[in-house]
């Protein structure tokens, strides 16, 4: 009796021995994640903060914006509102309502630029182009490492303005004074990155858009 009781106790230790081991492991396992867990988090964060980065350079933009849009002066031109403003423009921004923004400066140019100008940004409004634009500038901020996310929206807002071109050319179909209008206006009213339609013309597509 006495060596069975020996034999049961050893036993019964060496299974507690084996138990202890077994617990130390899995809490070991459990408490040091592997290498690509960690570079998975790391991955992840990097992408909300490139997120966060993007979302809050649009809305600076978006801010700007709509100060520059509160201090302006209502207007109404050719049945049209608008906004004017002391430089920015032209230009149509908004989503739910897109309002039309016009500089003051325009009104040195003669009367058929100025018609040609605001038929420009009532073709934007009236196809919702601004919210085309919107959209795009959001793909942005979900996939900021993308390269070809920023590269789309670029193509994108060339698209819109060469389609808008299109549009009011079948209006006023005289495409010297339409090229002279963009010339007039290049590298004037430009506002920045922020993805907006309008009649700025940036002198880097200037060329491409008078040859289209």
Known sequence: AETSGTTLLT???SQVVSLDSAIDHTLAGATAPDSSTGSD?????LWIAASAVTLLRYGVGAS????IALAARHAELDGLHVLVTLS???LT???VRPQILLPEWLSEFDADARRIALAHEEQHLRHGDPAMLIFGAALNVVMPW???M???LARLRRAIEV??????????PDRRAYAGLLLSIAGRGSFGSFPVAGLVVSRSTLERRFLQ
């Not at 389609?163 to 006023?172: A, E, F, Q």
């Open 11 to 13: 036993r019964a230790a």
């Open 41 to 45: 988090s790391v991955l992840l964060l």
């Open 64 to 67: 700007r914006l709509r100060r």
């Open 88 to 90: 920015a423009g032209p």
């Open 93 to 95: 921004f908004g989503v």
């Open 146 to 148: 993308n390269p070809a």
């Open 150 to 152: 920023w590269y789309m």
């Open 163 to 172: 389609d808008c071109d299109r549009r009011v050319l079948r209006i006023y």
